[in-house]
């Protein structure tokens, strides 16, 4: 990049790399605190990743290198190893001005805002359940079986809006399908449990995406879930 005359560097910044995965990471998880073998595997895949974007936003562009021939015949004169060039969907959309300011940006920043929210939350709501030995179904939970697995998903795709690179959009079905295979996983353990009682909550509460009025809670189960 071009600032005040001086040519400053829009990769190889590994510092920031580092940073920002640390930064990312950690605050998911002060909210996740994973403790189960299926916890760190659900928070392990979630920061591989946060670290896969930070080292292509800030680090090596693997595929502003691997478009390149796409991208210079589509955008001549451009010059993509700029930091601001890399907002890929900028250019392709022809947006004008800061990359930062338009319209798909901020609405990745709202997706990536509102997935800490609903992991804060459904975090807030689980700790209670663990603390009184019962069954997580307020809050989020009243309205998603899966909050924290549906959270993780929001900040991805987020950011998927707001700097794609074909590592992570790889790295993304197949994150969705461990998120989605765990969740099932996760209910035929609770069903066997909690047997009748986990029955009507799952009947009344969609797994992934809330109806209007949102679902029934289930009184009286005993233990908590994520």
Known sequence: MNHDGQDIPAYGLWALV??????????????????????????????????????????????????SGWLTARFPGVDFLSHDAGHIWYRVFGFRGDPHLNPIHIF?????????????AAWRVLYRAQQTGTLAVSGPYARIRHPQYMAFILIMVGFLFQWPTLVTLVMFPILLTVYVRLAHREESEVAVEFGESWAHYAEATPRWFPRPGGGRAVRGARSARR
Do not use: C, H, Q
């Open 18 to 67: 580092v940073i920002n995965s640390a930064v990312f990471i950690l605050f998911a998880f002060s909210f996740f605190k994973p403790k189960t073998k299926r916890d760190w595997r659900t928070f392990g895949s979630f920061a591989a990743f946060i670290v896969a974007l930070f080292v292509e936003m800030y680090g090596f562009p693997l595929t502003i290198y691997l478009l």
């Open 108 to 120: 990745s920043n709202v997706l990536v805002v509102a997935g800490f929210f609903l992991l804060a």
